[in-house]
């Protein structure tokens, strides 16, 4: 069972809320511990778990604005901000590597004093590992769960950061060693670490807001599914796009033209649901009916007003009154269905003669019903069709 729009908001609020708290805490922990021990990758692992607080913030705005239902100005819904807000967060984060980068590159070829190695700065990197990854577990998990992009890049961060750690950890072991230029080449290996991620976040949803379609399997596998349902000639011309963690889908079908409108639309309709066991992350699927392939074929033929204008004269020399009119388009000809009463039928044999003795182009044939004569207000409705 699929959640609710106020569930999956309920639960991106209590993972990054709890996400965000721990950030806090390790942020202000390694940036001061950082800055007394004179560690520049301490430091720099700080300033990415502030940074994590910060998309922590993002997610927690734009998640509460893209789990809104659909308004006038935005009939598709909001989850596109969610997109918006990965996007906001993979610039955040090439940001923050550039920064760190920059320093670390000057630190490295400058002069600065050697870092300090204690157990305070490898308790609190332990615990940084630890917690981080848990974090990442954990936010990952509920991501999955409601089916959240926005959610799952905040678990990817997370991942970052406790990575960086590691990173930071090596740093310090070799400044125990005597190696301390160890340290800002890992506040180097960070920041190349966040710009990486950045890149990634930044260019999956960039490509979301351009409306990237389905992978090509996933494209397959749907038009594999629907071609399946009885009653499906051929599928064609689907075109998908991603919205939030969903996609939108419309498709071309043909169907038997023997098939009514109404029963061509019920297949289409179970068609559908085929589409969306081989892809539950369709959210809306519009497709169009065709009896053709070749539709283009099709455009030179009459419409229902034109053959309405070419049997009214014979109609109205015969006095008929027609009940209702039928065309199936065949084969770039028309099969012309009359409707009358079982009283006419006389008549009307005598109408169908002439008819196909004067045969059009366009016309493949024409056939005669007779039903129960109608209701004598009802024999005014001659051309109500």
Known sequence: ???????????????????????????????LLGWMFRSHALLADGIHSLSDLLSDILVLVLGKIAHQGPDTNHPYGHERFETLGTVLLGMILGAVAGALGYDSIVRLFGH?????????????????????????????????????????????????????????????????????????????????????????????????????????????AIMQAMSQEPGIKDVHDLRSRKMGSHYLVDVHLVVSDELSAAEAHHVG??????????????????????????????????????????????????????????LYYLNRQVRVELYFDHHQQSTTLELQQELIADRPVWLEDIRLWF?????ASAAHQQDAD
């Open 371 to 375: 039903t129960p004569a109608a209701p």
């Open 112 to 220: 600065s004093t050697p870092a300090q190695t204690s157990w305070l700065t490898l308790a609190i990197t332990l615990f940084s590992i630890l917690s981080k990854e848990w974090l990442y577990h954990y936010t990952l998990k509920a991501g999955k769960q409601i089916r959240s992009d926005l959610l799952i890049a905040n678990a990817w961060h997370h991942r970052t950061d406790s990575l960086s750690s590691i990173v930071v950890l090596v740093a310090l072991m070799g400044n125990y060693i005597g190696l301390s230029w160890l340290d800002p080449v890992a506040a180097l290996v960070v920041a190349f670490m966040v710009a990486r991620i950045g890149w990634e976040l930044t260019w999956s949803s960039l490509q979301e807001l351009t409306d990237r379609a389905l992978p090509e399997e996933e494209t397959e």
């Open 1 to 31: 069972m699929n959640p609710t729009s106020q569930e999956k908001h309920q639960t991106l609020q209590r993972v990054t809320i709890v996400g965000s708290v721990i950030n806090l805490a390790l942020g202000i922990a390694k940036i």
């Open 269 to 326: 309709l179970r068609a559908t649901q085929r589409a969306r066991k081989a892809c539950a992350d369709i959210r809306d699927i519009v497709f169009h009916i065709d009896v053709s392939a070749d539709e283009q074929g099709q455009l030179h033929l009459p419409s229902r007003h034109d053959v309405m204008q070419w049997l009214r004269p014979r109609l109205q020399e015969r006095q008929l009154h027609l009940h209702h009119l039928k």
